[in-house]
């Protein structure tokens, strides 16, 4: 959807770094509706949950060979049963949580495909508004390595710019970000502030992020999941295999960054917690004096850019 919101500017937008209840949705959500409290108590307009959140990355298809059926079926069975729906009760109830707090959501999915089998997942970013309704949804296009063993391929819907009545929010997964034609996307559209969640803490992931926002000229909210080893369930079936006195499997570095580059709000490494940061969309012009990737430095007479959307081709 686009079009040019009313500015309200300056505004607070949040990361939430937080540990799911792994592989327990109902649990999750209680989590995610608390922290979406927290962060309207903090005066958040829009609050970034991480990469499937909901309830928890599947860490397993790194460590876990894949020829271990007896380890990796009954974790996918767990898995789907723990996965969302869009007519579900998670999902509703997150956008009630939305509405009575008034702020808008960007959280991290396992979705199952009720559409068709009911037996496949995707990799989903919801957009959930103060309206009682998903406003957007992302399934991730492309999963990244043994990811591939987990979730399905997305497509392009939703890859667009959301009006709000404070910005125009998106949101990328991950290496998604990576992918120059998705992120051409969503400058198209008009996106300024777009959402990153994520499982990527590496320098060279805020190193991206920061030219993503440079590149844009939008702000940037990458958000990740902190995780230990004593996080996981001690029937979930591969702690194991993980090295003996690891602790960490991932420990964050959530952040904002503005349209300059500028890492404005984190990381925070180590802990959960509420990044929160505060956008002046005056920022973005600013940025964009110079430099517009989908304006005045598109040279549309060079190049052609499109989008196969369900439906037809933009």
């Known amino acids: ?28 959500v209680d989590k995610a509706c608390f922290f979406v409290e927290r962060a309207a108590a903090e005066g958040a307009r829009f609050v970034v949950f991480p990469e499937t959140f909901i309830p928890g990355y599947p860490d397993w298809v790194w460590v876990v060979p894949n020829h271990l059926s007896t380890v990796l079926n009954p974790l996918y069975a767990r898995l789907l049963e723990s996965a969302v729906t869009l007519r ?5 109830r997150l956008c009630a949580v939305a509405k009575e707090h008034g702020v808008h959501i960007c959280i ?35 999963p990244t390595g043994a990811e591939r063993l987990v979730w399905a391929q997305g497509d392009g819907a939703g890859l667009d710019a959301i009006r709000t009545p404070f910005a125009k929010i998106g949101g990328l997964i991950c290496w998604e970000n990576l992918m ?35 590149e844009g000229g939008a702000f940037v909210i990458s958000c990740c999941m ?7 369930p001690d029937d979930c079936g591969f702690k194991e295999f993980y090295p003996e006195g690891r602790e960490w499997i991932n420990a964050g570095k959530s952040c904002v960054i503005n349209p ?15 990044v929160i940061a505060e956008v002046d969309l005056t920022e973005i012009a600013s940025a964009k004096r110079m430099f517009d990737v989908a304006g005045h430095y598109a040279r549309p007479d060079v190049f052609r850019f499109s989008v196969n959307r369900p439906g037809g081709a933009d």
Request: net charge neutral; aromatic share 6%.
């Open 1 to 28: 959807m686009r079009g040019t919101p009313v500015p309200i500017s300056p505004f607070r937008v949040a990361a939430a770094q937080v540990t799911p209840i792994y592989l327990n949705r109902e649990q999750t």
């Open 180 to 214: 120059p034609l998705a992120r051409q996307a969503l400058y198209n559209a008009g996106v300024e502030i777009l959402a990153a969640p994520t499982w990527d803490r590496s320098d060279s992931w805020i190193d991206s992020m920061r030219h993503i926002a440079r």
């Open 260 to 274: 300059k580059g500028k890492v404005i709000a984190g990381p925070l490494d180590g802990e959960e917690g509420l």
């Open 226 to 232: 902190p995780l230990r080893i004593d996080d996981l």
């Open 88 to 92: 579900g009760e998670a999902v509703s």
């Open 108 to 142: 991290g999915v396992h979705e199952r495909n009720d559409e068709a089998s009911g037996a496949s997942l995707y990799n989903t970013l919801l957009f959930i508004d103060d309206t009682v309704k998903i406003a957007g949804r992302r399934r991730k296009l492309m």
